[in-house]
């Protein structure tokens, strides 16, 4: 199980008066850091795209990427195959089938745009505690379901 997010510019989009407070009451980092905690925690894995993987101007259907495409533009027309679909439905198509080659890669992640690098793991890892698991006189935490510690979070440029 795999699930991929988009590394957004969150700074350059609160500097955007009007969408300022929806951003940042949104909380992209918090939303992320528990995708992280908790596709570990189920033995997944969060890939995350890096911010300049062009998921919006690829066609879906045939890999062709356009040079522009304005954000009022809301559905994608490929200039070489003709496919149209809604923009953002060709992102999330283009997001799964990096999924899709991330996962029969095998080795690590696939490079999608540069080299590839994985994201070093900062901080502590939380994890959960259920009541009753510790035994008299020794206190701690679960390891996670699936019986690995290994944090899986990769960033695929």
């Not at 992320?32 to 879906?60: E, F, H, M």
């Not at 992102?91 to 070093?120: F, H, I, M, W």
Request: aromatic share 4%.
């Amino acid at each position: 199980r795999a699930i991929v997010v988009e590394d957004l510019n969150v700074a350059g989009m609160l500097r955007n008066r009007r969408l300022a407070r929806h951003i940042a009451d949104a909380s992209f980092g918090e939303l992320l850091r528990q995708l992280a905690y908790k596709t570990q925690w189920n033995a997944g894995r969060l890939i995350v795209a890096d911010r300049w993987y062009p998921s919006s101007k690829t066609c879906s259907g045939c890999g062709a990427v356009k040079t522009k495409l304005a954000l009022s533009e809301r559905t994608y027309t490929c200039q070489t195959c003709g496919l149209t679909i809604d923009r953002d439905h060709n992102a999330a198509l283009n997001l799964a089938a990096l999924a899709a080659e991330y996962d029969t890669a095998g080795s690590g992640p696939v490079a999608a745009r540069g080299a590839d690098q994985k994201t070093r793991v900062r901080g502590q890892v939380a994890a959960k505690r259920e009541p009753g698991t510790a035994t008299a006189g020794q206190t701690g935490t679960v390891p996670p379901q699936g019986g690995t510690t290994n944090r899986v979070l990769t960033r695929v440029h």
